[in-house]
């Protein structure tokens, strides 16, 4: 079984700085993609960034450029998401996923963590 526990959210002010931390357990962690999704009350869930297993793939959304950085240590199997220049429209539910197929869309995201509220107040 696998488990990922997110960490770090809380209720800032636009333009501060926020750092999500996604710690994963159980079955292997080789190859695997990982990713952090969010969703804004009302909205669909989108993804935010994503992560090959080596860290040579990395994606942004176009409303993060710039702004959010991904990372991950293999071998303490925990991945993070630098957030900087946080705006009111980054509030949202933000979830780390993982996709045990490795790296492909991000509609084949197969465990994913409980979420963590980010709030930022303008």
């Known amino acids: 079984q696998v488990q990922l526990v997110e960490s770090g959210g809380g209720l800032v002010q636009a333009g501060d700085s926020l750092r999500l931390s996604c710690a994963a357990s159980g079955r292997i962690f080789s190859g695997w993609a990982m990713a952090w999704f969010r969703q804004a009350p009302g909205k669909e869930r989108d993804v935010v960034a994503a992560?090959?297993?080596?860290?040579?793939?990395?994606y942004y959304a176009d409303s993060v450029k710039g702004r959010f950085t991904i990372s991950r240590d293999n071998a303490k199997r925990t991945v993070t998401l630098q957030m900087n220049s946080l705006k009111s429209e980054d509030t949202a539910v933000y979830y780390c996923a993982a996709d045990s197929s490795g790296w492909g869309s991000f509609n084949d995201y197969d465990y994913w963590g409980q979420g963590t509220q980010v709030t930022v107040s303008s």
């Open positions: 992560i090959s297993f080596t860290g040579g793939r990395v």
